[in-house]
């Protein structure tokens, strides 16, 4: 039964005037005669009745809905706890079982590990939802005379700290590198030269905080001394390196269903081998970002960021997003801050995305044969790199404003199955982007290659080409990153190719040279002896089977440095797409943006080449 009022009307007493604002009906306020004698409140009723409309078996359908979401409006809370203890106890009863029946494999280990990590962030979970607890500091509840002393506290235990570390190591280094490979001090050197560099050229050398350049420097080398330097860290960013190629290699499913095994498997074709593999990878990422565990892991690491580095919020999780997502994508976690940011903010946030690659093209270049191990471990040191060489380079000079971590991206998509096929359609432009990049470029490179031919060809000069003269150009570049002497020129010839081309084009040159060592490792293993073949200028030839190893092989050391300086989008073409990027989000900003995208560039540059520094100081080889 439903009830409506249509008018109400004041009746005027015996005394006094009749109140033409209190007069309302369907059609609002109208005018009122003075005359009206009465009051009236009129009704509707309507007879509305469930059974009228219900009957059977819809009636009873309407009831069991009806209690049902009542239930769960009522009890939802509740039942959703239940059904995660159910599933949370259901999986511990399978992880027992699992390592009753088998353990002491690979697979066993792995389920072990990942286990005890979901316990452990679980319970750290759970001890933040019971107690809610937020470390502040309220400079409201402190005196300014207190203030000002835990200021200098903090200052002098901040400078004690840096001390004691740059001691710790520099003693390290030299006694468990310098003393065994003295030939490593090339890269002590080569780091120092880039520091004094960019401190000369710094855009306001008396306004540099050494705090993040030195913790950014400090942490990129503890990082690389684990993995690096210790066979326990080294195996562990292996085995994590070989999941991420397993994982990355069902991507061949979608790939063997759509053109056929022969494209893929047998004869890997670029096309059909490695662009599937940015589809799958960018299609996981926009899963796992609906899911709000990209958010997660982001906010964690640009809050330690910010933490080590003093830097602000937004630019230490930019620095974060940018290990997992790409110099354009990143950008969109800190959107709300971009308007807002000083001019040394930006300038971090642009040497980040330079300084690092995507999730994405990174599983294109372990289909390569670049080692995943090493190119996971470069994508994590450049993050700490550029902040600490971006704040050299450009050092911080305006009051920023207040920013929070909270104020991050968020995905649009509505459920999983969303996020996926969203995910597959933005990987498209990626995918074409890439594939006609590439074509572009060895087109260009092809064409100036002949036409260096050609007029060195005037002159009775052979073999000019855009690869021969980088490899003198950059020569000091590969040299104080130390790489042997031998194959300084290969790595500066990468090193060209990436920073005017793009780093794909370079990536693809050394898989080639990766590839060569492997054949040649194989092929002196079987005939056992060194007058088995020989050089033929930069080529290797193998007479036994009849093969030649175009531009030779580079010594372990070598790959593993080249690896770690070719981890980032730092070159030419990149500089407009991402200037194009950024200034689609922060059109107010264009010009500042245009200002220092090629400072930006070169600095990102440097970050690769410090990774490369730091990757040839602590360089052991555990195969051998």
């Known amino acids: 039964m439903d009830s409506e009022v249509t008018s109400i009307e004041m009746k005027p007493a015996n005394q006094g005037v009749t109140n033409l604002g209190y007069r309302s009906t369907e059609n609002g306020l109208s005018d009122h005669p003075d005359s009206v004698q009465h009051n009236s409140i009129k009704f509707e009723i309507e007879e509305n009745s469930d059974d009228e409309v219900y009957t059977g078996c819809a009636r009873v359908a309407n009831k069991i809905q009806t209690g049902v979401v009542g239930t769960l409006s009522k009890h939802g809370s509740k039942i959703k706890l239940l059904f995660k203890l159910v599933l949370l106890l259901l999986y511990f009863a399978y992880f027992g079982y699992a390592m009753y029946y088998r353990f002491g494999d690979e697979g066993s280990i792995r389920l072990l590990v990942c286990t005890i990590l979901g316990v452990l962030i679980l319970l750290l979970y759970t001890f933040n939802r019971l107690s809610g607890f937020k470390f502040k500091f309220s400079s409201e509840q402190r005196s300014l005379s207190k203030e000002k002393k835990i200021k200098k506290i903090k200052r002098h235990t901040g400078r004690f700290l840096m001390l ?28 120092a030269l880039y520091i004094i560099i960019f401190y000369v050229f710094s855009k306001n050398p008396a306004k540099v905080k050494w705090r993040p350049v030195f913790w950014g420097f400090a942490m990129q080398y503890i990082f690389a001394l684990v993995i690096l330097r210790t066979s326990w860290g080294y195996q562990a960013f292996q085995w994590l390196g070989d999941r991420v190629t397993e994982f990355l290699n069902y991507s061949n499913a979608g790939a063997t269903f759509l053109f056929g095994d022969i494209l893929v498997t047998t004869y890997s074709l670029f096309a059909f081998r490695v662009l599937p593999v940015v589809v799958y990878f960018y299609t996981v990422t926009s899963v796992l970002y609906y899911l709000g565990v990209m958010q997660v892991i982001v906010k964690k690491m640009g809050m330690f960021l910010s933490f080590c580095l003093g830097t602000s919020p937004a630019e230490s999780l930019n620095a974060a997003g940018n290990i997992f997502v790409g110099m354009t994508e990143a950008p969109l976690m800190i959107q709300p801050f971009l308007k807002d940011m000083t001019k040394s903010e930006l300038h971090a946030v642009m040497t980040g995305g330079f300084a690092t690659i995507a999730g994405s093209v990174l599983g294109a270049y372990i289909n390569f044969g670049v080692p995943a191990n090493h190119l996971i471990t470069a994508s994590v040191m450049s993050a700490p790199a550029a902040l600490a060489i971006s704040k050299l ?28 096929s969203s995910g597959a359609s933005n990987s498209v432009k990626v995918v074409a982007a890439i594939a006609v990049n590439v074509m572009a470029f060895l087109c260009v490179l092809e064409f100036v290659n002949m036409t260096l031919d050609w007029f060195g060809d005037r002159v009775g000069v052979d073999g000019l080409s855009f690869q021969l003269i980088c490899s003198y150009v950059f020569y000091p570049i590969a040299y104080f990153m130390g790489t042997d002497v031998s194959d300084c020129r290969k790595v500066a010839e990468l090193v060209g190719i990436k920073t005017f081309t793009n780093e794909f084009l370079a990536y693809k040159e050394l898989s080639v040279l990766i590839a060569n060592k492997k054949n040649f490792t194989d092929y002196t293993a079987q005939w056992n002896s060194s007058a088995d073949w020989y050089y033929q200028g930069d080529d290797i030839v193998l007479p036994y089977v009849n093969q030649t190893l175009k531009k030779g092989i580079m010594s372990g050391k070598s790959e593993v440095i080249a690896t770690y300086a070719l981890c980032g989008f730092s070159n030419i073409g990149s500089m407009g797409i991402f200037l194009g990027g950024m200034s689609a989000l922060v059109p107010s900003r264009r010009g500042d943006l245009a200002q220092i995208v090629v400072r930006a560039m070169v600095a990102g540059n440097v970050a690769c080449f410090l990774t490369g520094c730091i990757a040839g100081l602590l360089y052991k080889d555990y195969n051998t």
């Open 164 to 191: 004691a570390v740059f001691i710790a190591l520099a003693a390290y280094i030299i006694y468990d590198v310098l003393l065994d490979y003295p030939q490593n001090a090339i890269s002590v050197a080569g780091l």
């Open 393 to 420: 380079a450009y050092p911080e000079t305006e009051r920023t404003r207040k920013q929070d971590f909270d104020k991050m991206g968020k995905s649009k998509d509505r459920n999983v199955i969303e996020a996926i």
